[in-house]
């Protein structure tokens, strides 16, 4: 006569696992009862699906900024799936919400992959995962941020995120870091400033500019000063301390935060974007 699991069996296995109420049957059959060696089945499952698409390109997913409780460390992840679908499912947004979280204090993806995870390391988790979900799930990007003070945001739904970091924590600071961040995620900035702009890129930019000055048929001796002004443009428009500040145009960003206070200032910042 063959097993046939209790219904409370089969939900409390679901509510461990995540796995689909039938699939959740099987395993207690196959297990003929042993709760943890239903478990084993199940990950075993999700390693043979995890296998099949290791090809697959999980470029959609949920991207999730988290900062600590007195806002001086901060992470953000892409919790990386197949489709859209999947991204908006609410379990996996939790899962990718708690996986921020682990991150902020992990120095790097590879430490997060090797969290214990209630029990299981976080990879393993991800493999369980793509067993219940049927697609390939993985951690994308890894950003991680200390500073004075931070401020996050997520962009509605959930494909970008930002972390700013302020130089103290002052009256004002959270509703400006927030804004900041905001900027962050939607002027994507490439430095925070013109110091901190590779040379790689300035090169880069001065190549080009100079190429179309030169087909324009400007003389090679004003060439140099026209390049300084093109190049003060290039980082107005680029870098986040002297981008238009998107709230107030009239101002840059390192107007607005000094607005707030006197000797506020940016001095960081992390972003992630799945788009």
């Not at 993806?109 to 029990?119: I, Q, R, S, V």
């Amino acid at each position: 006569m063959s097993y046939t699991p209790a219904a409370a069996d089969v939900a409390k296995l679901r509510n461990t696992t995540g796995a689909g109420m039938m699939d959740c049957k099987k395993a207690l059959v196959e297990a003929e009862g042993d709760f943890e060696k239903a478990i084993e089945i199940l990950r075993k499952k999700g390693q043979k699906v995890a296998a099949n698409r290791a090809d697959r390109e999980s470029t959609e997913g949920a991207v999730i900024a988290r900062v600590n409780e007195d806002n001086t460390l901060g992470a953000i992840i892409s919790l990386n799936c197949e489709t859209d679908f999947v991204a908006k499912n609410e379990a996996f947004v939790e899962l990718a919400y708690e996986l921020a979280e682990m991150a902020i204090v992990s120095a790097n993806k590879e430490e997060l992959l090797a969290t214990d995870f209630h029990g299981i390391t976080v990879a393993e988790k991800l493999v369980e995962q793509t067993g219940v979900i049927g697609e390939k799930i993985e951690i994308g990007a890894f950003e991680r941020i200390e500073g004075p003070f931070l401020g996050a945001y997520i962009h509605a739904g959930n494909k970008i995120a930002s972390i700013t970091s302020l130089s103290s924590k002052v009256d004002g600071a959270d509703e400006a870091a927030k804004a900041v961040s905001m900027q962050v995620a939607a002027m994507n900035p490439i430095a925070l400033d013109e110091t901190m702009v590779s040379q790689e890129t300035i090169d880069k930019e001065l190549e080009i500019e100079r190429e179309l000055l030169t087909k324009e048929g400007k003389p090679a001796n004003i060439i140099d000063n026209i390049l300084k002004g093109k190049m003060q443009k290039f980082y107005k428009e680029n870098t986040l301390v002297h981008q238009a500040f998107i709230k107030d145009g009239n101002q840059s960003v390192a107007d607005y935060v000094k607005s707030v206070n006197g000797d506020l200032k940016v001095t960081g910042f992390v972003r992630v974007s799945l788009t």
